[in-house]
C-alpha cells in the first residue's frame, strides 16, 4: 500500500521528486526449465535489459540475469483428483473409446486420441470438432482457472526432426481451437510437442503406433 490516494502512480512521482524518469523500456526473456517428472518448472532463469531517461535527461541501462526455484502453493488431493476423473469419464458418450481420461503426475490428462487427424496433418478433421467441443465444454466446467498444457507425440515412423515438428503442429492446432472456440483463456494455456518421445507402448506394431500418435491435454494440478 501507499501513503497517498493518487491514483496515478507517475503524476504523484512527478509532484513530489524534483528528478524522476520521464522514460522506462526495455526487455525481460524468461527461460522456464520443465521438469518431464514433476510436471512442473520448479526453476527458471531470466536476462533483462532495461533502461531509463531521467529528467534532467541523465540515462541509465541495466542488465544482467537472474535465477529462482519455483514451488507449487496449490495442488489436489488425489481423492479430488480421481473424482473429477470420474465425473469427465460419466460424460463422455459411449462411441468416444479413443479418449482416455488418467491420473498422472503432472495432473489430471486426458488423451484425445490420433484419429483428431489424417495421416501425417496437422488439421483438424471436420468429423472430429464433436469431440474437441466435448472436452472443451468439460476444461470450461471442472477447470475454469486451471493451467492447461496440449501436449503433442507421435510414432517412430520418420526422421525424429520431422516427428517434433509435426508434435509441435498438431498441439498448436488444438491449443488455438480451444482458445478460439472460447473454452480455455489464452493466459492460462500453452502447448507443446514432444515427437516420438514418451511413448505409451512400444512402437512394434501399428496399432501400438496408433497409440502413440496422439495428442493430450494436461489439467496442471496446482
Not at 50 to 78: C, H, P, S
Amino acid at each position: 500500500s501507499y501513503p497517498f490516494k493518487e491514483e496515478n502512480l507517475i503524476s504523484y512521482y512527478l509532484k513530489t521528486l524534483k528528478n524522476v524518469p520521464q522514460y522506462f523500456g526495455g526487455s525481460v526473456i524468461i527461460d522456464y526449465y520443465w521438469d518431464i517428472d514433476k510436471g512442473y518448472a520448479p526453476y527458471f532463469e531470466q536476462n533483462y535489459d532495461l533502461y531509463l531517461i531521467m529528467a534532467d535527461g541523465t540515462r541509465y541501462r541495466f542488465q544482467g540475469v537472474a535465477t529462482g526455484n519455483m514451488e507449487i502453493i496449490r495442488k489436489w488431493n488425489e481423492n479430488k483428483k480421481q473424482d473429477l476423473i470420474n465425473k469427465i469419464k460419466s460424460e463422455l458418450p459411449s462411441n468416444f473409446k479413443d479418449v482416455e481420461v488418467r491420473n498422472e503426475k503432472k495432473g489430471i490428462v486426458i488423451d484425445l486420441g490420433e484419429i483428431l487427424f489424417d495421416y501425417n496433418s496437422d488439421k483438424i478433421r471436420p468429423d472430429q470438432m464433436e469431440k474437441l467441443i466435448l472436452i472443451g465444454n468439460i476444461i470450461k466446467k471442472y477447470f475454469p482457472n486451471y493451467q492447461v498444457i496440449v501436449e503433442g507425440y507421435t510414432d517412430d515412423i520418420g526422421s525424429e526432426e520431422y516427428n517434433l515438428d509435426l508434435s509441435k503442429r498438431r498441439a498448436y492446432s488444438v491449443y488455438l481451437a480451444l482458445i478460439n472456440l472460447g473454452f480455455v483463456s489464452p493466459n492460462l494455456i500453452s502447448y507443446i510437442g514432444y515427437g516420438e518421445k514418451f511413448p505409451k507402448v512400444p512402437n512394434n506394431s501399428e496399432e501400438n503406433r496408433k497409440k502413440n500418435r496422439r495428442v493430450q491435454i494436461v489439467i496442471v494440478d496446482y
